[in-house]
């Protein structure tokens, strides 16, 4: 059950879950506005260099990208069964799925650590450190700047939803949850769907020519 | 009247623990005054190097690194430590629960984060000022911002921060007046200071992520040469440009849309009126708050953009002025055969008025290409700015700081005092600005430390002008200090207001109210005969 005190000062749980829910929703807003600065910068350099980001597109490891978007697709649905479970009074049941989703985001960053990994062996660094030979250096450096940039915010972004879903996901197995007072694990699922959906939109413009 | 009782948020804890640790929107309130203050002084005293080193042609008393960097430190300190967080975070804190009958805003402990990152950030950045400081001027503009060997980074880094201060507390406001309005206040009974407060919001939590983008590429392009701004590794200077204004033209109404709020109560509360046009004022804020997104492109005419997107930049700044001017039309309509009280909150607001007014068709004549080419990063466009901002913001901060001095705590000012200062800091405004807009139409860049002989005169009267401002300065600071412990004791209403704000005890006790408030009638109604209509 949320603080007394809390409670107070809203008059009734209704009018405090509704906060809630328009702060995340607005926080959310704000989120989408800081990736659309990123998507700008990649349609504008996209149009400016075509065939650099064609060639450096083909380079991506579109089978480990796939693999990952699979890996956030199923758990978003996790965390909506889970979200689901709680309102539906069997915390205990939501908790494990909020955890097993918070695995599979674990799972996620690990992909991309692989990923990473042969980037740099490559030589497919960002800016000045850009040595790969196969793309010609002008344009698909910048494609290879903004491909960090990209998956690197969303990756933070994973991490932070990471830690978001296991507490919310112990703490739904301790009890703390239930159908009368689910609004933390609701606006925790939204936030995991947004990491989501930015996803959906990441992967095809990196991945997918 | 009653004196400060021992309820006040004022005495609910005495230490300073009790400051740092508090949820009360009111104290938050006044801890962000006191900050703003502190960075409003410290950019002043900026402001005051630089028109020193400008007396005289040739090196007056620093070099052209140490001008640069006084001018970006000037530029840095009041864009993001006092004019865009003044009157949201101090009054806007302070006021807006007060004003919807609420006990808090939306989320108080959020609330108290954002005082801490923003003494984070502020901390950062004037860090950067011990390492050198930066000499980019506030617009960081690439590519000379990447590359440039001064201290840029921890002032990029800082704004970033004072950026998510700026985004927590726009997301607290709107939740706090979608969520937490007494019973029976309707929107439409919304005081106009709160759907200023309001708009504003809505284009902080909108704009500034993109910005907090932009400073972090700024950053990484110099940590790793990312390359995204730089011609040299095939990146384009211009979506700097592009990216920063579609920020930092929306910024301008954060800074100018609460400033109109402070005056739409203070024009009615000063001259016993309703708002004449309480609709329009709302529907031209959130137009305002609309259309200036779409307005960044005036601010690159010269940057070689297209002349169909010039065209249409400036068309869609034109709308602005539009909106702009229905306020100042509502203002006067309000004003006229009003009851006036010649107090320096109402002195104050006529100056922002002028300055809006006179700021803002200068605005409309650099929205025009051709002008604006003549214009362009002269001193025009910087008296044009200092006009608008400094004129419109500072004018309403010293409005707000005035009218509801009282109201915060409980004590009045000596009124003479007040109004010689209010007339003082008008006329030192226009002496310091109207020869910048002379210097500016006869082609003296920004930004230089250095000028030809025969600007001399000129500058020496804006200088002179600057010293007024500073005296008018002073003098509030001290009268204001000497009435926090000896004004007399103001009652709960001492303007005999109609704002909902006055219906608590002056100061508020911690919880806003004894019995909770009721609103029966809309805000600022002052003439209450029933007119006669048919049933
Ligand atoms: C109402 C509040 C306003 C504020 C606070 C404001 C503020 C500013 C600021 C800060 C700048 C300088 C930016 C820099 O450092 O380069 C500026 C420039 C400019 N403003 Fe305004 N402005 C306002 C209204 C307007 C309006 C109504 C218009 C047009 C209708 C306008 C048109 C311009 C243009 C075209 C420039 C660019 C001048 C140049 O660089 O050549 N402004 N304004
Ligand atoms: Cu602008």
Redesign the pocket.
């Known amino acids: 059950m949320p603080p007394e005190a809390v409670t107070e000062h809203w008059g009734s749980e209704d009018a405090r879950k509704q906060a809630a829910y328009l702060g995340m929703w607005v926080f959310i807003a704000t989120e989408v506005l800081l990736f659309a600065a990123l998507f700008t910068a990649y349609g504008v350099y996209r149009s400016v260099y075509p065939e650099a980001f064609r060639a450096a597109q083909l380079t991506m490891e579109v089978g480990l990208g796939t693999l990952n978007t699979f890996l956030l697709v199923t758990s978003s649905i996790l965390v909506a069964l889970g979200v689901h479970a709680v309102r539906g009074n069997r915390p205990g049941l939501g908790g494990a799925l909020l955890l097993s989703a918070a695995l599979l985001g674990v799972v996620f960053l690990a992909v991309k650590g692989v990923e990473y990994a042969h980037h740099v062996k490559e030589g497919g660094l960002p800016g000045d450190a850009y040595r790969f030979t196969e793309v010609p250096r002008v344009g698909a450096s910048l494609f290879f700047t903004l491909y960090y940039l990209l998956t690197g915010v969303h990756a933070l972004h994973v991490t932070v939803g990471v830690g978001v879903l296991t507490v919310l996901g112990v703490r739904s197995a301790a009890g703390t949850f239930s159908a009368a007072y689910a609004t933390p694990v609701e606006l925790g699922g939204m936030y995991w769907h947004l990491v989501d959906v930015v996803w959906l939109f990441v992967y095809p413009i990196l991945y997918l020519s | 009247m009653s004196p400060p009782a021992a309820e006040s948020y004022l005495s609910d804890g005495r230490t300073l623990w009790s400051w740092l640790t508090t949820h009360d929107h009111k104290r938050i309130g006044v801890m962000f005054l006191v900050l703003t203050l502190f960075f409003f002084f410290l950019g002043g005293l900026f402001a005051l190097a630089l028109r020193i080193e400008l007396l005289t042609p040739g090196r007056t008393v620093m070099g052209h690194l140490a001008y640069n960097r006084m001018f970006t430190l000037h530029?840095v300190t009041m864009v993001w430590l006092f004019m865009i967080p003044a009157i949201p975070s101090a009054f806007g804190n302070f006021l807006v629960p007060l004003m919807i009958g609420a006990r808090d805003v939306a989320f108080p402990r959020l609330n108290l984060a954002s005082v801490y990152l923003y003494v984070l950030g502020a901390s950062v950045a004037l860090w950067g000022m011990f390492e050198g400081g930066a000499d980019t001027?506030?617009?960081f503009y690439t590519p000379y911002s990447t590359t440039t060997g001064t201290a840029v980074l921890p002032v990029l880094v800082g704004v970033f921060i004072i950026g998510f201060s700026t985004i927590v507390t726009g997301l607290n406001f709107i939740a706090t007046v979608h969520t937490l309005r007494a019973p029976g206040l309707t929107w439409m009974k919304l005081p106009l200071f709160v759907w200023a407060i309001y708009g504003t919001s809505i284009i902080q939590v909108l704009a500034t992520p993109v910005l907090g983008m932009v400073l972090a590429l700024v950053a990484l392009e110099r940590v790793v040469g990312a390359g995204i701004f730089d011609p040299a590794r095939g990146g384009d200077p211009l979506l700097f440009q592009h990216l920063f204004w579609f920020y930092?033209h929306p910024a301008?109404?954060i800074?100018?849309l609460p400033s109109m709020g402070v005056i739409s109560e203070a024009v009615s509360a000063f001259s016993r009126k309703n708002a004449f046009s309480y609709r329009m004022i709302v529907y031209s804020t959130l137009g305002i708050a609309f259309v200036g997104f779409f307005?960044w492109g005036?601010?690159m005419?010269?940057s070689g953009q297209s002349t169909f997107g010039s065209g249409a930049f400036g068309a869609m700044?034109?709308l602005?002025?539009i909106f702009?001017a229905i306020k100042i039309f509502s203002w006067l309509g309000t004003l006229y055969r009003g009851s006036i009280a010649i107090e320096s909150p109402l002195l104050y607001t006529l100056g922002f008025m002028f300055f809006?007014f006179f700021?803002?068709m200068i605005?409309?004549a650099?929205?025009t290409t051709s002008l604006?080419l003549h214009?362009?990063?002269t001193y025009s466009?910087v008296a044009?700015?200092h006009f608008?901002?400094v004129g419109?913001?500072v004018m309403a901060f010293l409005a707000a700081l005035h009218y509801w001095f009282p109201k915060m705590f409980g004590r009045c000012f000596p009124a003479k005092l007040a109004n010689g200062a209010a007339v003082l800091i008008i006329f030192g405004f226009i002496a310091t600005f109207v020869p910048q807009f002379l210097l500016g139409n006869l082609g003296m860049p920004r930004r230089y430390a250095d000028y030809p002989p025969h600007f001399q005169s000129l500058h020496v009267a804006s200088t002179a002008g600057a010293s007024l401002l500073a005296f008018g300065f002073l003098a509030i600071a001290g009268y204001l200090a000497w009435s926090l412990r000896h004004g007399a004791l103001a009652g709960d209403n001492p303007w005999g207001s109609e704002g909902f704000e006055w219906r608590s005890a002056s100061p508020p006790p911690t919880h806003n109210f004894s019995t909770p408030p009721q609103y029966p009638t809309g805000p600022h109604e002052y003439s209450r005969e029933e007119v006669p209509h048919a049933a």
């Open positions: 530029g001027g506030w617009t930092s301008v109404y800074m100018v307005t005036h601010h005419f010269a700044s034109m602005v002025a702009t809006l700021g803002g605005g409309v650099y929205a604006n214009w362009h990063d466009v044009h700015f608008i901002m419109a913001t």
